[in-house]
């Protein structure tokens, strides 16, 4: 695979949020489409303050009982230079910075992941 072809397979050419149906669409240069959930998305936040969280659930598994899940609404998405996209979640979180070429790794269709990965991998 040459490097054009890695930049183009982690460049998206369309994003959609769908808040109704609870989905993040992005079609990539390369013509590849992933479809994500938000849930999803939401419970694998890259901030620093979701990671610590996600470390001590895992800890101790009881803190997963306590609470309820994070929210997965969305109030806004926007673009991070042409690298990333950050979603603002509706209960106010915000510092989640999605790299593309993350995003891309993590693909949940069959021909990349066979389903959701646990937590963002890196290209
Ligand atoms: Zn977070
Ligand atoms: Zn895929």
Request: charged letters at 25%; hydrophobic letters at 30%; one cysteine or more.
């Amino acid at each position: 695979m040459s490097l054009a072809q890695t930049r183009e397979a982690c460049q998206p050419t369309d994003l959609t949020v769908d808040t109704s149906a609870g989905e993040f669409t992005v079609e990539w240069a390369d013509g590849h489409r992933s479809v994500y959930r938000l849930a999803w998305m939401r419970s694998v936040c890259p901030c620093a303050s979701c990671r610590e969280d996600r470390r001590q659930a895992e800890e101790d598994p009881m803190r997963l009982a306590v609470g309820p899940p994070p929210d997965p609404k969305v109030d806004s998405a926007e673009l991070v230079g042409n690298y990333a996209v950050r979603f603002t979640w509706a209960d106010g979180h915000g510092n989640g910075i999605y790299g593309f070429s993350s995003l891309r790794a993590s693909c949940p269709c069959p021909a990349c992941n066979q389903g959701e990965p646990d937590d963002l991998l890196c290209s």
